[in-house]
Nanobody
Framework: QVQLVESGGGLVQAGGSLRLSCVVSGRPFSNLIMGWFRQAPGKEREFVAAISRSGGSTDYADSVKGRFTCSRDNAKNTAYLQMNSLKPEDTAVYYC???????????????WGQGTQVTVSS
């Protein structure tokens, strides 16, 4: 079975940084595209970022462009989301996701992590 274990969330002041990690097992990691989503209370889940299998292509939501960076280390089966210049509106539960497809997408993912809380104080 495919498992995604996410970590790195926490409490940070506005303007600070956090790095989320997602370790994948049960499937060759290099065959998966990786995505990041977030969901705040009372709001729908929204796309944040995605990265191709090789790491050569990335996609970001407009709300995080220039502040967030996704990357991956295929030797460690780990995807990362580096979050800089955090704002209170970034507060949400963040989820990593994986998909068997080749092309980077914003909505279709087969496997999901458990989520980690990110709270940004003003």
């Amino acid at each position: 079975q495919v498992q995604l274990v996410e970590s790195g969330g926490g409490l940070v002041q506005a303007g600070g940084s956090l790095r989320l990690s997602c370790v994948v097992s049960g499937r060759p990691f290099s065959n998966l595209i990786m995505g990041w989503f977030r969901q705040a209370p009372g709001k729908e889940r929204e796309f944040v970022a995605a990265i191709s299998r090789s790491g050569g292509s990335t996609d970001y939501a407009d709300s995080v462009k220039g502040r967030f960076t996704c990357s991956r280390d295929n030797a460690k089966n780990t995807a990362y989301l580096q979050m800089n210049s955090l704002k209170p509106e970034d507060t949400a539960v963040y989820y990593c996701a994986a998909d068997d497809g080749v092309m980077v997408v914003r909505s279709k993912y087969d496997y999901w992590g458990q989520g980690t809380q990110v709270t940004v104080s003003s």
